[in-house]
C-alpha cells in the first residue's frame, strides 16, 4: 500500500509502475547472457571440428585412408583419435554452457534468496508467536508428560482410572459401543479405520496449507492455531492429573491377586492387524513412541477434524461432518476410545469455541472471499451512514448488473434484527460501507450499493 520495494534479478523498484519495465530488462539481460554462452559453445564446435578434419587429412594424406597399406596400419589409431576428439568437441561445449549458465544463474538465485529474505522478514510474527502459544505449551506438557508426572508426585499420588470409563459407557449407552462395533472384524475395514489415523498426524499442517493458499481465508491461520491450541492444552492438562486407561487396556489386562499386571495387549489395540498384514511394524512403531499411555478421556483423536469442522472446513461442511463421525467410528472399532472420550473431544473443542467467540480472541473473525464484514451491527451503523441510505429516493437505489430484486427486502429484515453482540456476523448478509454510501452483499456474494 506504501511503494513495496521488489527485487527482481538484482535490481531494487517500486510497484508503483516500473515493475513491467524492470522485469522486461531483467529478462533481457538474462536472454542476452544465454545467447553468449550458446554463441561461445558453438563457436568452440567450429574451432574443434575443423582441428579433426585438418588432423584426419595430415595422418590419411589427403586421400583414401584405406589406399596403402601404410594408411590401413593406422586404421585403430585414426578411429581412436577420432572418438576422443569427439568426446573433447562435447566437453568443449558442455563446458562452455555451463560457464554461460553460471553467470546467468547466480543473479538470479540472489535474487530468489532475496525475495525468500523479504517474505520471511515481512510475515507477521507477533501473530503467529500468539496463535502458537497455546499449542506450543500443549507440545511442552505432552512431550514432558512423564517427568512432569514424576515431579509433581502425581504418578504415585494418582492411580489410573479402569473401571470409570466403562461404567459410564454402560449408564449412557446400555452397552459398550466398542464391542458392538467390532464384533465383526475384516482387513478392508481394518485399513477403512486406519486411514483416518494415518490422517490425525498431518491433518493441522494440510488443514494450515489449504487455509493458506484459499483466497480471503489466510487470517483464519490464526484462528485455528488459537482454537486448536486450547483443545489440545486443556486435554493434556486433564489426561496428567486425571488418567485413564483406553479399552484395550481394560479388555486385556490380566492381574495378579496382588494387583500386579501379569500381561496386557500392545498400544495398537486393533491395529496390530494391519501391522501382521503389510508385514511392518508402522502402528507399533508410533504408539511405542507416545508418552501418553493412559490418555483415552478426552479423545483428542475425534476432537481435532471437530476443530477443523469449527474452523469452516474445506470442501464442506458435510464433509466435515463425516470426517468426524469416521474418526470417532474408527476409534471405537479399533479399541482406542470409548463413546464417551468421543463425546468428551467434542465438548472440549464446543467449549474452547464457545470461549474464542464469546468470551474472547485475540484475532478477528473470518470473512468470506472478497467480504468486509463490519464490526457495527444493521442498527448500530454510524450515523452518517444511515442518514445516506435514509436520504436515499427510491429511485436512485441504482442496482448492479445481475443484482437481485430482493435487497430492498433484504435491507428492511437487516433494519428489523435486535442487536447481537459486538463482532456476531450475520446470517448469510454482509453491511459495510466506503465513506457515507454503505452497500450490502447477500448470501451468494453479490454487491450492491444503495
Known amino acids: 500500500g506504501g511503494g513495496s520495494v521488489i527485487s527482481v534479478a538484482g535490481l531494487s523498484i517500486t510497484d508503483e509502475g516500473t515493475l513491467p519495465t524492470a522485469v522486461t530488462a531483467a529478462l533481457s539481460n538474462a536472454r542476452a547472457s544465454f545467447g553468449s554462452a550458446v554463441h561461445a559453445a558453438t563457436r568452440s564446435a567450429r574451432f574443434v571440428n575443423s582441428r ?50 553460471r553467470g546467468l544463474s547466480i543473479p538470479c538465485l540472489r535474487a530468489y534468496l532475496r525475495s525468500i529474505a523479504e ?17 506450543i505449551g500443549y507440545l511442552l506438557v505432552f512431550k514432558n508428560y512423564r517427568y512432569i508426572r514424576e515431579v509433581t508426585g502425581l ?112 498400544n495398537e489395540a486393533g491395529f496390530v492387524r494391519v501391522d501382521e498384514f503389510i508385514g511392518y511394524p508402522l502402528f507399533h512403531n508410533i504408539y511405542a513412541q507416545s508418552p501418553v499411555k493412559f490418555g483415552a478421556w478426552p479423545s483428542l483423536h475425534v476432537a481435532w477434524p471437530c476443530i477443523v469442522f469449527a474452523s469452516k472446513p474445506w470442501v464442506s461442511y458435510k464433509f466435515g461432518a463425516f470426517h468426524c463421525v469416521w474418526i470417532t467410528w474408527a476409534a471405537l472399532y479399533a479399541h482406542h476410545h470409548y463413546g464417551v472420550d468421543a463425546l468428551g473431544g467434542m465438548t472440549f473443542t464446543l467449549a474452547c469455541y464457545l470461549g474464542c467467540t464469546r468470551v474472547w480472541c485475540p484475532f478477528p ?44 427486502v433484504e435491507l428492511e429484515l437487516l433494519e428489523k434484527m435486535p442487536p447481537r453482540r459486538r463482532g456476531s456476523e450475520t446470517d448469510g448478509i454482509a453491511v459495510g460501507g466506503s465513506g457515507d454510501v454503505p452497500w450490502v452483499r447477500n448470501g451468494v456474494g453479490a454487491v450492491h450499493h444503495i
Open 155 to 266: 504418578a504415585d499420588g494418582v492411580e489410573v482410572h479402569k473401571d470409570i470409563l466403562p461404567r459410564a459407557e454402560r449408564a449412557i449407552f446400555g452397552c459398550l459401543p466398542h464391542r458392538v462395533l467390532s464384533w465383526k472384524t475384516h482387513i478392508i475395514l481394518d485399513f477403512l479405520a486406519a486411514a483416518p489415523y494415518l490422517i490425525h498426524f498431518p491433518l493441522p499442517v494440510l488443514f494450515i496449507v489449504y487455509l493458506n493458499y484459499t483466497p480471503g481465508r489466510k487470517m483464519d491461520v490464526y484462528r485455528f492455531l488459537w482454537l486448536a491450541g486450547w483443545v489440545n492444552f486443556l486435554a493434556v492438562i486433564v489426561q496428567l492429573v486425571f488418567p485413564t486407561a483406553p479399552p484395550w487396556y481394560y479388555d486385556s489386562a490380566v492381574f495378579d491377586e496382588e494387583g500386579n499386571l501379569l500381561s496386557v495387549a500392545p
Open 52 to 101: 579433426i578434419k585438418m588432423e584426419t587429412s595430415q595422418m590419411t594424406g589427403g586421400g583414401d585412408p584405406f589406399a596403402t597399406a601404410e594408411a590401413g596400419s593406422r586404421r585403430r589409431p585414426l578411429a581412436s583419435s577420432m572418438q576422443f576428439k569427439r568426446h573433447s568437441l562435447l566437453f568443449a561445449v558442455w563446458a562452455r554452457l555451463l560457464t554461460g549458465l
Open 365 to 408: 473473525h473470518s470473512t468470506e472471499v472478497g467480504t468486509h464484514r463490519l464490526q457495527l451491527l444493521p442498527s448500530q451503523l454510524p450515523p452518517t451512514a444511515t442518514a445516506a441510505a435514509a436520504a436515499a429516493p427510491s429511485g436512485a437505489r441504482g442496482r448492479r448488473a445481475g443484482a437481485s430484486e430482493y435487497d430492498e
Open 119 to 135: 517474505y520471511w522478514w515481512t510475515l507477521p510474527w507477533r501473530s503467529i508467536l500468539l496463535s502458537c502459544l497455546p499449542f
